[in-house]
């Protein structure tokens, strides 16, 4: 009964959302303002019956109701409640769902804050939406029903791939479709505005706040993403550049650049067409990325059973709603038009070049996720692209990126000069300059390439920290008052945008120690025997056998200390699950602010002695990648907070058409 | 270089004369520099970091590429997994059931790893005809086969069927 409930309301919203993707566009451009505010109606009833359907599936799961095919190929008896929750997503059906879900939240939030839009704005927003949500709920339906019934009912489900039986299971897939599908939002502003014609810094002001989130949301599924493939698969690395990470990593890439540019078409004018542009890049990328994750082409934890049908409707989408926004997008964008004009040296071209710069970082990296499929697909061939190509290509265009972003926090808007961006820089220049070549030898390093590497690092984050403090320095020079004035004074905007540059600082700190020193081993031990890495010793004491709900584990207890004191005792475990027969490594980590120590068992090795194969690692400074990237995080949250979005937001519901700042008009004037 | 391609959106600023056209004939000129280098860049990364993946049909063959790195693929064939003294160095033979490659691995396995399971193993064939494996792949679930494995199995097959025709 519970599955036909939730399968019904997934007709019903599939129903309501066919309505909104038409009779509000419709309403806009005819006038029409009854069919205008239905979307409001449409996107709230839309959403409690999607909710509903995803309560339903979850209590399917909840209560093993193995009549439902979906929960019977992913759950289990023995499975402990919470991965039966999670394992609600953990299908290619349920995951599905979980997309669809989160547009219809987002549907619901943007007709809930958009009081002070004008309606016309609104319905417009509303009805692509509707329309994106129309294509993925009659996908679901047609061919990825998640609630399927199978007759005879088996007795015992077939479990949750241990992989997935972990907390990076509640958090990553959830944050990471809140930030592929917040980027519907930006998208409908963007296709709404070529809509209507109205592309000004008003415009940017509405759009904004919801694409920052969408990006921090986005940020925060790649941190945990990596976090747990970095302690889950046993492997020791933080990324692989594995395609389904590349899938993550081209939406943030474009969405990075689609926020700066934002910045500038909000303050200056300028930009619009390029940021229309990012926009549709931005979620056609998440599509796409949903679509090389979901469709198993590609060969990872992500893939499922390949079913043909299921890539062609998915592609037909894709080719649907890029091709279609790209055409209106030719077709409008022209009339929109430029304003407002910048010199050679200005902040608007420090933040164009670093746009084009993660334009292009993109690019290489779709390059190189989608060259082995073409090859493939034109059997001429089968390769793969490793790490190595995106380590070659990537570094070099975030190296000037970040010289950039430096550049960029002191340059005025319009027209700097260079003496004065010397004036201003030039204390960040020296003390980056010393620290980068210093730091090297001072860490004790001496093969020239360790040496470029670990200084062109240091360089990259110290030039952002200096700069970042150049730039608040100028800024609280003119504001008067003691210096605690002086910085309650800032808008939060700007404490957001530190945040995030010295985010960004952290996360480059991390990946160059990490890479310049970390240490691994792997080594043959038995009870009794050490091993040192990286100046810590791990001490192999014993092994032993142990029960969880559903599996049964090897513990090793592993003591680790530092110059003969003790520091605490780490228990890798190596699994074998019940339902799958499947073996797993739990890797044990001494985690701690400068960095982490690691160990994971490998197998048995049968000499009668209880010797196991075991890896262990030191990997200084790892944990600054994830505190780097949550900086980056609050950064985007801080700048949504700022004041100005809700005063801004009371003062247009007055005056609806009136935007505050145009400086295109300024100028003629 | 980056710099300077920042810049083109300064070129749009409408303005006449000849002053103008030359500055925008220099832009074109950065512009096609900056994609020039890029591509570059790009091209030089694609060649020293692409690697091919062979069946072991292909391997016997000899349509390897000599001391350079490639992928083979296949099934461990059962009861060809020994390892060494040291507990570490483990032999094993990779199949697509027409022919066998063998292989060298010394590190830790992965999971997945078992006799009669798909692998994928990174490496270059040494001189007496061993493939030294760096890296060993298997796959995630134990009812995924990777599509490249797949492909091999089934294109032995196929050559397998075709001989037995033939005789």
Known sequence: MIPEIGQFAL?????????????????????????????????????FFLALALGCLIYSFIVNDFSVLNVANNSNTKLPVIYRIAASWGSHEGSILMWVFMLGLWSCAVSIFSKHLPEEMTARVLGVMGLVTTGLLFFLLLTSNPFDRIFPVPLEGRDLNPLLQDIGMILHPPMLYMGYVGFSVAFAFAIAALLGGRLDATWARWSRPWTTLAWCFLTVGILIGSWWAYYELGWGGWWFWDPVENASLMPWLVGTALIHSLAVTEKRGTFKVWTVLLAICTFSLSLLGTFLVRSGVLTSVHAFATDPQRGMFILTFLALVIGGSLALFAFRAPKVGTAGTFKIIS???????NNVLLTVACGTVLLGTLYPLFLDALKLGKISVGPPYFEAVFVPLMAPLVFLMGVGAVARWKESTLPDLWARLRWAAVITLVAAVALPFILGRTSPTSVALLALGFAMAFWIVTASLAGFFDRVKHVEGGFREKL????????????AHIGVAVFIIGVTVVKGFEAERDVRMMPGDTVSVGGYTFRFESIEDRSGPNYHATRGTFELSKDGKAIRK??????VYFAHGMPMTEAAIDSGFFGDRYVSLGEPINDGKQSWSARVYHKPFVTWIWYGSLLMTLGGLLAISDRRYRVSARRETAKPSLSPLEPAKLEKA | MSAEQGTQGAAEAPSGGIKSRHKRFLWIIFGLAFFAAIVALVLNAFGSSITYFYSPTQVMNNEVPQGRAFRVGGMVEGGSVVRAGDGLTVHFKVTDTAETVAVVYTGILPDLFAEEKGVVAQGRLDDHGVFQATQVLAKHDENYVAPEVQAALDEAHKTRAAQTLAQ
């Open chain 1, 488 to 499: 309650a004074r800032q808008p939060r905007s700007f404490w957001g945008m530190f945040a």
């Open chain 1, 570 to 575: 780490l228990y890798p475990e190596k699994r």
């Open chain 1, 347 to 353: 902040r608007e071209s420090a933040l164009l070049a």
């Open chain 1, 11 to 47: 007709v019903l919203a599939a129903l309501l959302m066919v309505v909104q993707g038409t009779l509000p566009l419709v309403g806009a451009s005819k006038g029409i303002s009854a069919w205008m505010t239905l979307s409001r109606r449409t996107a709230q009833g839309a959403f």
